[in-house]
Structure formats: C-alpha cells, structure tokens
C-alpha cells in the first residue's frame, strides 16, 4: 500500500504551458519534502514545508501544503524544456519516525517539457 | 558544508557474484544513513537505515545486507546477487536530529546482474 499518491504519473506538455502535480494521502505529516531527480542522478530536495497551509515559492515552482498536512501540490507556470525531470513528493510521518528522519515516498511524477 | 559521495557509479555484475556499495558522508557528526533501491526511474524503496554505529534497521527481508563500521560510512552488500537485485540504488543521509526530515542524497549507483 502507498502511503503517498502522486497523481498524475505521467505528464507531458509543451513549453509555456502550466501544471499541477499533486501528492495526497490519508495520514498526517509533520512534514512534506519535494524532490527533482535527472536520469542516473540521485534526487535533488527542491523545497520543504512543515505548517499546514503553507505556500512556499521558487521562482517558476509554486509548493503548498494542505491545511490538515495530508496533502501537497506542485505548480509550475510557464514549463520549461530544462523542468524536464522525475518530481518526487515525501513525507515524514506526525507522531512517528521522525526520530529517524523516516520519509515516505511517492511513486514520482514524470514530467516531460517540448520546446 | 555537507557531501555524500558512493560507489562505484556502475556495477554488472553476475548472477551469484558478491557486491559491495559504499557510501561516505563529510561535514556532519552522527547522520542517519539510509540505502534506497528505485526500479525504472520510479519510487524510492527503503531497504535500510542506520541511527549509528553498529545500529541497522531492514526494511524489507532481502538478499542484501547493509553495514556500518564508522559513522559516517555505510554499506551495502551481498553475498550472492539475483538477477532481481538489479536496480539503481541510492544512499541517503539526514541530519541526526528531528526537524525537518530532508534527506540527501547520493549520486546513485546503477547495478545490472547478468
């Protein structure tokens, strides 16, 4: 069972055109990590956020956070060939593993940008 | 500033052979070390994880093993490797206390069991 869903699995779309990747789940966490991976490279943390409702901005990338901490949404506006890549979402369980730094991670968005 | 480094990169391997990934992390004291595997550009599976010295914890029973004889250097091995144990694998590190739980991440290695 998947702790994390990331919907949708796969997207692709052409240059300029704006998206949303969302991650979703049941359970709450403490706090929720974004990450971008390139073919044979190891993830690269975009963003974090830990409060409930929180909206964090990196340029083109808009992050937020549910108001429950259940769920995440990636935004990209105006997509770029160079946005190409795998978006992960991970979460740290509230209440437990967070001892351990324990993330659960979704299945991953593959994003595809066409010039 | 903090790195991780493993290797090797790429690794084929036969059926049955050994292997041995290693990974080392500079810049921090005490991290907590983790192994991921990931099949086909996919989700990260949580094979270990090491609160410290000597301290493992598996995941999922497996053919591999992880240990961890200094504290910043971790290991992944086998004695006999199955063609199922192909895969991308990726050690990871976080900071050893509670906030935040981002982890970091290595290069990755690319094993292929022939």
């Known amino acids: 069972t998947q702790l994390l869903e990331q919907s949708p699995q796969f997207l692709s779309i052409q240059e300029g055109e704006n998206l949303t990747v969302y991650c979703n789940s049941s359970?709450?966490?403490?706090?929720l990590q974004w990450y971008r991976q390139e073919p044979g490279e190891g993830p690269v943390l975009l963003v974090t956020?830990?409060?409930?409702?929180e909206v964090k901005k990196l340029k083109r990338l808009t992050f937020q956070f549910g108001d429950a901490r259940k769920d995440s949404s990636l935004h990209i506006t105006a997509a770029q060939p160079g946005d190409t890549g795998l978006y992960l979402c991970?979460?740290?369980?509230?209440?437990?593993?967070?001892?351990?730094?324990?993330?659960?991670f979704g299945r991953g968005t593959q994003l595809t940008v066409w010039p | 500033s903090q790195t991780i480094h493993q290797w090797p990169a790429t690794l084929v391997q036969p059926v049955g052979s050994p292997l041995s990934l290693e990974c080392t992390v500079e810049?921090?004291?005490?991290?907590?070390l983790y192994w991921y595997r990931q099949a086909a550009g996919r989700g990260l599976q949580l094979l270990f994880y090491?609160?410290?010295?000597?301290?493992i914890s598996s995941e999922v029973p497996q053919n591999l093993s992880a240990s961890r004889p200094q504290d910043r250097q971790f290991i992944l091995s086998s004695k006999k490797l199955l063609l199922s144990d192909s895969g991308f694998y990726l050690c990871?590190?976080?900071?050893?206390?509670?906030?935040?739980?981002?982890?970091?991440f290595g290069e990755g290695s690319w094993l292929t069991v022939v």
């Open positions: 990871a590190w976080s900071k050893p206390d509670t906030s935040g739980n981002t982890i970091y």
């Open positions: 359970s709450v966490f403490s706090s």
């Open positions: 956020v830990v409060t409930g409702g």
């Open positions: 991970a979460g740290a369980l509230s209440g437990r593993g967070s001892t351990l730094g324990r993330l659960y």
């Open positions: 810049g921090t004291s005490n991290p907590n």
């Open positions: 090491s609160v410290g010295i000597g301290q």
